[in-house]
């Protein structure tokens, strides 16, 4: 199979406008004759929805919650970032497009990076008019903060909120296109199949999550922007409803999976503290340009952080990178900080982490200009922890927070499945092996607002095929199998809980397949993940009924997906034998520890495709070309 | 961690109802082994998990995010929405606030507008409607000016923020005695009457959005206050007087009658 990217020809700046020029436009009058399906209401499916009901498209729209207002993104805290260069600070569309590839360790697309950087001011203006609060300055401009990793000033933000009035201006959009009768809203329903017909999506098939029926819905074409897979791990920063079954289910008919192996661990959150936790809270890495990261120079110090003296610390981050310092991206600090745990200096009860120290920044600023930037964020470690930050250090430690792969797209972000289109994290997106701090919300966002409006009238013009009805066959099928899946679960006469699996399986992908992987780890992964997937097929409890809410009966559906998808990411890490970004491999390794590229092997992108049930999937390529960006290694020292 | 890790037993009663038209009762559930470091939440879970492997049905109860910004969860803990805590969503309350030998009464958000629709899992779509009459500005994308052609003074911009960090819970309706959704109603009308991009809508827009707010069954403020002190995101109700002057001056001035 050849992966044919379609990016268009010519300097990558003329790129896009050629390409919004190249596509064939929808006649105005004829775009109420499409039906677009929309599966998410995240930054990327909200804004997407919206956009492509003003343009006259009719939308249905598709949610797991209660609410389009309360997908995942509402979570992100940081910031957005955005090429204005209104700080003066020497920003540029390019220096966004070059810190971002770098950025994402040389293993993203370089046109959809540049894309990105220049769709990402627009942004900003839209967002503006919707009215999203934006933190401003003195004078009523907007502000800026440099964050992870960016030696700019370039991300905006609202509070320690940005995720949520984000999406809430989207989700006003959408809102505003429901009450127009362009949008069709349906929450609370989960994805259970797509439909193909003739090789080309034609729709889906969902389940009411409060009376277990099937729906069938068709369309002229399905946009998935179903988020990322980080709940593989049990225990992330993510929600508990996230999870990666519509991807999947889209990958086992014939969407190719992009470097699943490609998964964040962010430098900082709270650490793990007991056997019946539920989720992992993210503390954003807005704080590590006060805060300073360290632990004790002596293994197994118990000292009281205030009571270990300055010449017994190691600011490791400093020390190691003294230009970049406790701003080094995110892969870098997340393995630093278990560097120095395995070597024993970690702090805490467990030893799994490392302080993060306000008292100098304290000293400087003072406590009301710490509590006006992270009033809110210390609140939340305190209630958390029971502890205060003012006077002690926070304790943090890396978890799993965002997931680079996804479902393999081309420059205009649609599938090996003609007229399936995926957006935001869902998508192997623009971020390479390693995303940036402020960029998933600027990359959600382009997809939904900017890119796939354009991109999508491609298809309808040029790809699509007329409409066949929910009554066509391959809807019942879907219908069936989905089904049939549902009852298994019920039937399955087991001990265990879906969640007693999930925790299981977070276990093993974290300890083989997280911040550091070895060959003999991730071969010791598959074994174990195959055979808790047979234990989880005949071991099985849901109570309750298939026909009223069962929140475990949808747990169970997510687990055996996140199973499966295991043991895929699982076989991507072993076969990248290079690190780079979020993956590092412990047997490529420079002499000072840091992630060693291969670039003659592994200049690719690794794109899945399912072989049914019983044989591997097979593993192609998209070599990944870079004209603009030198490769190099990747130094924050 | 400081604080000793402790253990505590408590007493659920736990409100179960099968569906919108069963009675529902409250159910007693001993618990007898919380780690106080647990979150109310992850304190159902491990009773829920039990509950599954006793072949019973887990409590049914909606939760997202978990870190309090989602709106998702919510519950009535001994009669206080969210639980006795200020400034708190429930995913956030920990059991180290509760005391060995507690009993804790736990009941599902209580309003004519919104349906029980099993256990602790309730309808708030009617939030949805109003919001979708008028919780927008009406901008398409691709038409907006350059971001900094409209400066906002950076108090009257901090005010709106104050105003659209509700998170849509309905722990405010919960609250009050009317089950009136007033204080979610004004975040929003203050949040975009506050800034210039909100006027060239505002009387319109707090039309609409009272009307469908009357339209789904709400009650209407009658000044209790108890919707501020429920409120997670403290959301004061310095906003229901907002929407109330942007409703008397919209009554004079809109053409929407």
Same mark, same amino acid.
């Given at each position: 199979?050849?992966?044919?990217?379609?990016?268009?020809?010519?300097?990558?700046?003329?790129?896009?406008?050629?390409?919004?020029?190249?596509?064939?436009?929808?006649?105005?009058?004829?775009?109420?004759?499409?039906?677009?399906?929309?599966?998410?209401?995240?930054?990327?499916?909200?804004?997407?929805?919206?956009?492509?009901?003003?343009?006259?498209?009719?939308?249905?729209?598709?949610?797991i919650q209660d609410s389009?207002?309360?997908?995942?993104?509402?979570?992100?805290?940081?910031?957005?970032?955005?090429?204005?260069?209104?700080?003066?600070?020497?920003?540029?569309?390019?220096?966004?497009?070059?810190?971002?590839?770098?950025?994402?360790?040389?293993?993203?697309?370089?046109?959809?990076?540049?894309?990105?950087?220049?769709?990402?001011?627009?942004?900003?203006?839209?967002?503006?008019?919707?009215?999203?609060?934006?933190?401003?300055?003195?004078?009523?401009?907007?502000?800026?903060?440099?964050?992870?990793?960016?030696?700019?000033?370039?991300?905006?933000?609202?509070?320690?909120?940005?995720?949520?009035?984000?999406?809430?201006?989207?989700?006003?959009?959408?809102?505003?296109?429901?009450?127009?009768?362009?949008?069709?809203?349906f929450p609370r329903r989960e994805?259970?199949?797509?439909?193909?017909?003739?090789?080309?999506?034609?729709?889906?098939?969902t389940r009411n999550l409060l009376t277990g029926e099937f729906e069938?819905?068709?369309?002229?074409?399905?946009?998935?922007?179903?988020?990322?897979?980080?709940?593989?791990?049990?225990?992330?920063?993510?929600?508990?409803?996230?999870?990666?079954?519509?991807?999947?289910?889209?990958?086992?008919?014939?969407?190719?999976?992009?470097?699943?192996?490609?998964?964040?661990?962010?430098?900082?959150?709270?650490?793990?503290?007991?056997?019946?936790?539920?989720?992992?809270?993210?503390?954003?890495?807005?704080?590590?340009?006060?805060?300073?990261?360290?632990?004790?120079?002596?293994?197994?110090?118990?000292?009281?952080?205030?009571?270990?003296?300055?010449?017994?610390?190691?600011?490791?981050?400093?020390?190691?990178?003294?230009?970049?310092?406790?701003?080094?991206?995110?892969?870098?600090?997340?393995?630093?900080?278990?560097?120095?745990?395995?070597?024993?200096?970690?702090?805490?009860?467990?030893?799994?982490?490392?302080?993060?120290?306000?008292?100098?920044?304290?000293?400087?600023?003072?406590?009301?200009?710490?509590?006006?930037?992270?009033?809110?964020?210390?609140?939340?470690?305190?209630?958390?922890?029971?502890?205060?930050?003012?006077?002690?250090?926070?304790?943090?430690?890396?978890?799993?927070?965002?997931?680079?792969?996804?479902?393999?797209?081309?420059?205009?972000?649609?599938?090996?499945?003609?007229?399936?289109?995926?957006?935001?994290?869902?998508?192997?997106?623009?971020?390479?092996?390693?995303?940036?701090?402020?960029?998933?919300?600027?990359?959600?966002?382009?997809?939904?607002?900017?890119?796939?409006?354009?991109?999508?009238?491609?298809?309808?013009?040029?790809?699509?095929?007329?409409?066949?009805?929910?009554?066509?066959?391959?809807?019942?099928?879907?219908?069936?199998?989905?089904?049939?899946?549902i009852?298994?679960?019920m039937?399955?006469?087991?001990?265990?809980?879906?969640?007693?699996?999930?925790?299981?399986?977070?276990?093993?992908?974290?300890?083989?397949?997280?911040?550091?992987?070895?060959?003999?780890?991730?071969?010791?992964?598959?074994?174990?993940?195959?055979?808790?997937?047979?234990?989880?097929?005949?071991?099985?409890?849901v109570t309750g009924s298939e026909h009223e809410v069962n929140q475990g009966l949808q747990?169970?559906?997510?687990?055996?997906?996140?199973?499966?998808?295991?043991?895929?990411?699982?076989?991507?890490?072993?076969?990248?034998?290079?690190?780079?970004?979020?993956?590092?491999?412990?047997?490529?390794?420079?002499?000072?520890?840091?992630?060693?590229?291969?670039?003659?092997?592994?200049?690719?992108?690794?794109?899945?495709?399912?072989?049914?049930?019983?044989?591997?999937?097979?593993?192609?390529?998209?070599?990944?070309?870079?004209?603009?960006?030198?490769?190099?290694?990747?130094?924050?020292? | 961690?400081?604080?000793?890790?402790?253990?505590?037993?408590?007493?659920l009663k736990v409100w179960r109802q099968k569906g919108p038209k069963d009675r529902g009762r409250f159910e007693t559930i001993?618990?007898?082994?919380?780690?106080?470091?647990?979150?109310?939440?992850?304190?159902l879970?491990?009773?829920n998990?039990?509950l599954t492997?006793?072949g019973k049905e887990p409590i049914e109860f909606d939760s997202?995010?978990?870190?309090?910004?989602?709106?998702t969860c919510g519950a009535v803990?001994?009669?206080?929405p969210?639980?006795?805590?200020?400034?708190?969503?429930?995913?956030?309350?920990?059991?180290?606030?509760?005391?060995?030998?507690?009993?804790?009464a736990v009941e599902p958000w209580r309003a004519r507008a919104f349906k029980v629709i099993k256990d602790l899992v309730v309808d708030r779509s009617p939030l949805e409607r109003?919001?979708?009459?008028?919780?927008?500005?009406?901008?398409?994308?691709?038409?907006?000016?350059?971001?900094?052609?409209? %400066?906002?003074?950076?108090? #009257?911009?901090?005010? @709106?923020?104050?105003?659209?960090?509700? =998170?849509?819970c309905g722990?405010?309706v919960a609250?009050c005695?009317n089950a009136?959704p007033?204080?979610?109603?004004?975040?929003?009308?203050?949040?975009?009457?506050?800034?210039?991009?909100?006027?060239?809508?505002?009387?319109?827009?707090?039309?609409?959005?009272?009307?469908?707010?009357?339209a789904c069954g709400f009650g209407?403020?009658?000044?209790?206050?108890?919707?501020?002190?429920?409120? %997670?995101?403290?959301?004061? #109700?310095?906003?229901? @007087?907002?929407?109330?002057?942007?409703? =008397?001056?919209?009554?004079?001035?809109?053409?929407?009658?």
């Open positions: 199979m050849e992966l044919a990217a379609h990016v268009p020809d010519g300097p990558i700046q003329k790129k896009w406008d050629r390409h919004r020029f190249e596509l064939k436009l929808v006649n105005p009058a004829n775009k109420r004759k499409y039906t677009l399906i929309v599966v998410g209401t995240g930054l990327a499916g909200g804004s997407a929805s919206a956009t492509l009901a003003e343009l006259g498209y009719n939308v249905k729209t598709f949610c389009p207002r309360r997908a995942h993104s509402i979570a992100a805290q940081g910031g957005i970032n955005a090429a204005k260069n209104y700080p003066n600070d020497g920003d540029s569309i390019w220096r966004l497009f070059y810190d971002t590839v770098k950025g994402g360790d040389y293993r993203s697309r370089e046109a959809n990076v540049y894309r990105l950087a220049q769709i990402s001011n627009h942004i900003i203006d839209h967002c503006v008019a919707q009215g999203v609060p934006f933190a401003r300055e003195y004078g009523g401009l907007l502000a800026n903060r440099s964050f992870g990793g960016a030696q700019v000033s370039r991300t905006f933000y609202a509070r320690g909120q940005t995720g949520q009035q984000l999406l809430l201006g989207a989700y006003s959009a959408l809102c505003r296109q429901i009450a127009a009768g362009k949008v069709r809203m994805m259970q199949d797509l439909v193909l017909v003739d090789g080309k999506a034609a729709g889906i098939v069938k819905h068709e369309a002229d074409a399905v946009v998935l922007a179903t988020g990322g897979y980080g709940n593989v791990f049990f225990l992330s920063t993510n929600a508990m409803s996230s999870n990666v079954s519509a991807a999947l289910q889209a990958y086992r008919k014939g969407a190719l999976f992009a470097n699943p192996c490609f998964s964040q661990i962010h430098p900082t959150c709270i650490p793990h503290h007991g056997d019946y936790q539920s989720k992992l809270t993210l503390m954003s890495e807005s704080l590590r340009n006060d805060g300073r990261v360290w632990v004790p120079k002596k293994a197994g110090d118990s000292r009281p952080p205030n009571g270990i003296p300055e010449d017994e610390r190691d600011y490791y981050l400093e020390r190691r990178y003294p230009s970049f310092g406790n701003l080094v991206p995110r892969d870098v600090a997340s393995r630093a900080a278990k560097a120095v745990c395995d070597a024993g200096m970690g702090v805490g009860p467990t030893g799994y982490a490392v302080y993060l120290d306000f008292a100098e920044a304290i000293q400087r600023d003072g406590k009301d200009v710490i509590r006006k930037k992270y009033g809110n964020l210390f609140d939340m470690y305190q209630n958390i922890v029971d502890d205060d930050p003012y006077e002690t250090p926070m304790m943090i430690y890396p978890a799993t927070h965002y997931t680079m792969g996804g479902l393999w797209v081309d420059y205009n972000l649609m599938s090996t499945i003609p007229g399936l289109f995926v957006i935001g994290e869902a998508n192997f997106s623009d971020h390479g092996a390693n995303r940036l701090g402020a960029s998933a919300l600027m990359q959600g966002l382009a997809d939904g607002y900017f890119v796939l409006p354009y991109t999508i009238g491609g298809y309808l013009t040029e790809g699509a095929m007329p409409r066949v009805g929910a009554d066509h066959a391959a809807f019942e099928d879907a219908v069936q199998a989905s089904q049939g899946r009852r298994r679960f039937k399955t006469p087991g001990a265990r809980t879906a969640d007693s699996f999930h925790r299981e399986l977070g276990r093993i992908m974290w300890d083989h397949c997280g911040m550091a992987r070895n060959e003999a780890g991730l071969q010791k992964a598959v074994g174990q993940i195959q055979a808790l997937r047979e234990e989880f097929q005949t071991n099985l409890r747990k169970a559906g997510r687990l055996a997906d996140f199973l499966d998808f295991a043991e895929l990411m699982t076989m991507d890490a072993l076969d990248r034998r290079e690190s780079c970004g979020g993956h590092f491999r412990e047997e490529f390794q420079t002499e000072e520890g840091e992630a060693k590229r291969d670039d003659e092997a592994f200049c690719h992108v690794a794109a899945w495709e399912y072989k049914g049930e019983s044989t591997p999937p097979r593993r192609h390529q998209e070599p990944l070309v870079f004209e603009n960006v030198k490769l190099a290694q990747r130094s924050y020292k | 961690m400081t604080a000793e890790t402790d253990t505590i037993r408590i007493t001993d618990v007898p082994d919380v780690e106080t470091h647990m979150s109310f939440l992850e304190m879970d491990v009773v998990e039990r492997l006793e997202d995010c978990r870190e309090g910004i989602c709106g803990v001994n009669g206080i969210h639980g006795p805590e200020k400034a708190m969503t429930l995913c956030q309350l920990h059991m180290r606030k509760f005391r060995d030998g507690d009993t804790i109003i919001m979708e009459a008028g919780g927008y500005i009406s901008v398409n994308a691709g038409s907006a000016p350059e971001a900094n052609t409209l %400066p906002v003074s950076q108090e #009257i911009s901090d005010q @709106a923020m104050d105003a659209a960090a509700c =998170i849509g722990a405010c609250a005695p009136s007033m204080l979610f109603l004004g975040a929003k009308i203050s949040h975009f009457a506050l800034l210039p991009q909100g006027q060239p809508e505002a009387l319109k827009r707090v039309i609409a959005m009272q009307r469908a707010m009357d209407n403020c009658s000044n209790e206050r108890e919707c501020e002190a429920a409120c %997670p995101k403290e959301i004061k #109700i310095i906003n229901i @007087a907002r929407l109330n002057r942007e409703y =008397i001056k919209a009554s004079f001035g809109s053409k929407e009658k």
